[in-house]
């Protein structure tokens, strides 16, 4: 067991250095205003309750010279909506894509639509829950021109308002920065560094176009990160930031909207069973056990304890960098046996066949029929 324990400890301190790299080294969009006519792009499929908020703030952005957003099937009223304001701004438009091809998925075939409309010389892809902040389309501009970037991502800032959205939002993030060393990415062109939020995408037209747009990632649900990737590959720059200050996002308002979420996620989220477990162990073994062991009696106990002391220190320092509240860090043990839980229901879903269902759809797509 102390073999075990030591093994634990010094994971969990690797893990904690990486969460220090990421608090100090992530950075945000800088001040510096750029220039671009941009062409804001939504997709939106049942959005009634989220447009208004997402058109209002997209409509007071310099340099947006359009706003599209594809009603994508909609069966509530948000067709409607965005007539509304195309009545009252010549900059809002409303497009209707066709009938779902065979291959893709839905919000890939929707961007590739706004794209297809578009006339800016850069896109912007929002999502309709997404929530852009005071001049957050210049200072991406201006951060694109500074680093010579042509995919820019800004991982947005969470809104939380209900105990369980606090109680297991913030491990997002957790999962995301334990993981993976943010500011490697802004140096290294590693393909395996690309990384982007499909709620805040900002992309170079006319490479956008050259790339082969939404067509390259049709059959992605994790179409964001991959067309990153992709990017990456075919040599050109892409980056993600932390978006704090730039864009918000109220993802999920309730536990069963959460679980579904997650569910649909994350088993996808891996490109095959190996990695996808190995994931599910180092989080069971490294930021969960110890939290059951550590009341072990003898020095290895107190192996145990200093682990799982690594993993809270790493939880309130992001708590601290993203402003999340302290509290859900000393509820660890719970949130993450939820995300344990929850990915062997997101495995199940998928290797019995049932694929995965989200917005009324559901998905059998090649890129799942790969991973397992």
Known sequence: MIVVGTILLVLAAVTLGVVCLNVLGWR??????????????IPARNEALNLPGCLEAALAQPCVTEIIVADDHSTDATAEIVLDYVARDPRVKLVRPDALPEGWCGKAHACKSLADAAGGDWLLFIDADARLLPDAVPRMLGECRKRQLTLLSCWPQLEMYSFFERLLMPLLNFVLLTLYPAPLAARRPDVRLGLAHGACILVDAQEYRRFGGHTRVKAELFEDTRMAQLWRADGMRSLCLDGTGIIRVRMYSSLSEIWSGF???????FKGQVGFWLFMLFHAAVFLAPFGLMFVSGPVGVLFAIAAGLVVAGRVLLAARFGHPLWPTLLHPVGQAFVLVIGVASWLQVITGHGVEWKGRRYRTAALKEAV
């Open 263 to 269: 569910r649909k996620n994350l088993f996808p989220a």
């Open 28 to 41: 945000r969009p800088g001040l510096e205003a750029g220039a671009g006519a941009v062409s804001l792009l």
